[in-house]
């Protein structure tokens, strides 16, 4: 009777045995499968986290463009010297240079959420700050600030295209983060022109804190945590004081599909120092990219610079006329930054091709033994080129007394199309280059563009003063030809480099890991020391 009775009970424990045993399989099975995913965010939400990343990061190129056609008008205002506003000018792209290489620590340190909040918070202060003030130091001042709560905002958005795609679609999706700065330059002018002419000078600041409250507002309902070293791909949760709406019912789903929140997908547990885009300035291979890159945009903003003064010079044009003929800048910009975003990553897939490497979609492609600088060099060289033969009439046809509006169009395109497409593969060169801290490696990318940037805009007058236009383009053109060897060198070794630069790491994480392991046996051993001396002198059992 009781052998009849326990049968059953056997049975009925085999059954929920393997039920067990296939449920845990499963979520092993689900696991392993996470893990595997390079992001499990899906391909809707990741365009439109970066289309998010590219309407923020449009705050720093239309804060500096949006400024250009007022400037007259706020001179008179604040009783000051043009020379004293154009100083304004100067500084913003300073301090524009200089505000990311510590947001981008912030960002791959803590996460892209709080930094983006950071810099909101403090561009829609400087904004109201700017529409209210009154002195010329006031707008020095706060200028200053405006540029430091704006201009993180790129490399963040480098960082989020980092975080969540992989290098075989890098060329696509940088190519969607930067429509922003792209349309920035030639948006801004036309806003600013328009504002400046009808609203009066204080609707340009004011039309900016609007712009910034949405974006902050986007920011705090909806975008989720990105950072690889924060979230992995996806399947980590961020900190509780880091998670948005969105993020919030996206875990609940995950929770209830038996998604595992595991840390084994999170990139790099030491996570890099707020300052670690200065490091990446003192590499070969980025000190010879980034130093090239800051050329060619000291080049750019010549053009952007002074193209106010040429055309008011040769068409008598007012601000909004003069705002109008940034169109064709933004538009090359566009287009490249789509044309050239599918050409970056067909090379990519050739260059995997001919060696025999598989792309598998969502999955991350190593490069520790594959040519990523040739791949992305053969489309960006040709880029440079070109553009050398498109500067170079563009500077003898503004030295004409009367240059065929036309051609000044049409010749803006194409220059804003070869240096942003240029600008777009050296942004993803080095962010491949840099997978544990992508947004300071972006952050040192736009120190170097900005610094020279200023000194770009600083000489432009001066030139086009004393050497003209047709010179000026002519000695543009011959600088960036003979110094385009800086792309050359990474080109031909930067495999080696990386190589060497990885044994070194590698050396260095070695080292620190021993030291940590001695200091730990160290109290262990005086644990176990001061153990043997108490069981030593103690008094035998029965001895008493």
Known sequence: MIALM??????????TEEAQSSNALAVEANKDDTESQFSTFPSIEKKLYVYIASCAAFASPVSSSIYYPALNIIASDLNTTLANINLTVTTYMIFQGLAPTIVGGISDRYGRRPAYLICFTVYICANVGLAIQSNFVALLVLRCLQSCGSSGTVALSSGVVSDI?????????????????????????VIGGLLAHFLGWRS????????????????VVFIPETCRNIVGNGSVAAQKWNISLIAYFRLRKQRKDGVALSQETVQNKRRPGILSSLPILLEKESFLLLLYGGILFAGFYIIMAGLPAQLARAYSFNSIQIGLCYLPIGCGSIVARTTVGR??????????RKLGIEIVKGKQQSIENFPVERARLEIGLPLVYFGCAAFLPYGWVMSLPNPPLAAVVVLLFLNAYVLSGSFQILNVLVVDCHPDSSAAASAALNLVRCLLGAGGV???????????????????TLIWILTSAMWWAPMIWGPRWRAEKKIKQDAKRAKEENSRDVEKAVPTAYGATQSNETTVGAPEKGTW
């Open 204 to 219: 340009i600041f004011w039309f900016l804190t609007i712009y910034a409250g949405f974006m902050l507002t986007v920011f």
């Open 6 to 15: 326990e049968t059953p009970r056997t049975a009925s424990t085999s059954v």
């Open 343 to 352: 050409a970056i990553d067909w090379n990519f897939s050739r260059h995997c």
């Open 165 to 189: 795609a992989t290098r075989a679609e890098r060329g696509k999706y940088i190519g969607y983060a930067a429509l922003g700065t792209s349309l920035g330059p030639a948006l801004g002018p």
């Open 458 to 476: 600083a000489a432009v007058i001066p030139l086009l003063d004393s050497i003209g236009s047709g010179w000026t383009g002519t000695m543009v």
